[in-house]
């Protein structure tokens, strides 16, 4: 499989990184493409690293899932926590909440539910603005639609444009084809911040990903 590592010459605490990251297609100014590649930076810790369109470091999960079992926290390319990803608590069905930096006592900025809707087969799970979830149909400001297995999922916003997206890794010039562990990111910035959608990836994976639990 291809190799992978960020330009990363600021980034401090890891181990030496050896692997070198796949090219990353240029994006135009209206949308970022982001390369997520399902592996921590640090020796013996599982998470995320995630490379913009010029192969810089932007976001790392380094806890993932380790010592604090149902919180995960989302950080910049040096380190500094931009929001922490709870499990709710007492909840029905699989509930997380998103808060801003490292505190958990402020009140949410985001509530992510699986979707147990049978009707509606298409949609994974939606996104709330803060933990209203007393009337679903008032509040969603997101769905996310297709299949994380498959690498292929989309994220509308409360008026049906297209937030972001997930879709395979395409391999370059005929080289070996990427597994699910390296994909794409693609953010449409005017519709939803790109450390959000790195959050919905993340829960995704809890949902419906090799670490669900």
């Known amino acids: 499989m291809t190799k992978v590592y960020p330009n990363a010459s600021s980034f401090s605490g890891s181990r ?21 590649w399902k592996k ?18 932007v976001f790392r999960v380094d806890n ?10 989302l950080m910049d390319a040096t380190g500094n926590p931009l929001l922490t990803i ?14 801003k930096g490292e505190s958990t006592s402020t009140n949410p900025l985001l509530c992510v539910r699986k979707s147990m809707n049978i009707l509606n087969n298409k949609c994974l799970a939606y996104v709330i603005a803060g933990d209203n979830t007393s009337n679903r149909s008032n509040n969603v400001v997101y769905e996310i639609e297709g299949s994380y297995s498959q690498r292929s999922c989309s994220v509308y916003d409360d008026r049906r444009r297209l937030a972001a997206e997930i879709k395979k890794k395409e ?10 562990d390296i994909f794409r990111l693609v953010v449409q910035p005017g519709h939803i911040r790109t450390d959000f959608a790195m959050a919905l990836v993340i829960l995704l994976d809890q949902m419906f990903g090799s670490s669900r639990r």
């Open 16 to 36: 030496t990184i050896s692997e070198r990251p796949p090219k990353v297609l240029a994006a135009p100014e209206s949308e970022a493409i982001l390369t997520v």
């Open 40 to 57: 921590s930076l640090l020796f013996n810790c599982n998470g995320f690293t995630v490379f913009g369109s010029k192969g810089d470091l």
């Open 64 to 73: 993932y899932m380790d010592g604090n079992k149902g919180e995960i926290l």
């Open 86 to 99: 709870r499990r709710k608590k007492m909840s029905l069905g699989d509930s997380w909440l998103v808060y």
């Open 171 to 180: 391999a370059v010039n005929g080289g070996v084809a990427y597994g699910n």
